[in-house]
Nanobody, 124 residues
Framework: QVRLVESGGGWVQPGGSLRLACTAS????????IAWFRQAPGKEREGVSC???????TYADSVKGRFTISRDNAKNTVYLKMNSLKSEDTAVYYC??????????????????WGQGTQVTVSS
């Protein structure tokens, strides 16, 4: 059974850091494009970062320079390190699997499997 589980969310003050993890079971995650999305209350889900199977990555302009995506194939996990967090980063963060080939994009129709999400709250 294909499953993605996000972890690492929580509450942090502005300027703080968190590291989210997306761990896969039932399939080998390193063959696929993996993306992180987020959805804030009352807003549409948006793409945050994406990494291809060969490690090429992209970031939304709003997080560029603050967030870093990486993958640990041995642990079947993709990480999202978030630094210098702002209140506007508050959202539920989701990871999702894209196709095995191609380039990163944030079209949700291209992503087949999704995790349940992890809440990130940035406030003082």
């Amino acid at each position: 059974q294909v499953r993605l589980v996000e972890s690492g969310g929580g509450w942090v003050q502005p300027g703080g850091s968190l590291r989210l993890a997306c761990t896969a079971s039932g399939f080998t995650l390193d063959y696929y494009i993996i993306a992180w999305f987020r959805q804030a209350p009352g807003k549409e889900r948006e793409g945050v970062s994406c990494i291809t199977s060969n490690g090429y990555n992209t970031y939304a302009d709003s997080v560029k320079g603050r967030f870093t995506i990486s993958r640990d194939n041995a642990k079947n996990t993709v990480y999202l390190k978030m630094n210098s967090l702002k209140s506007e980063d508050t959202a539920v963060y989701y990871c999702a699997t894209g196709p095995p080939i191609g380039s990163c994009d944030y079209n949700m129709d291209d992503y087949e499997h999704w995790g349940q999400g992890t809440q990130v709250t940035v406030s003082s």
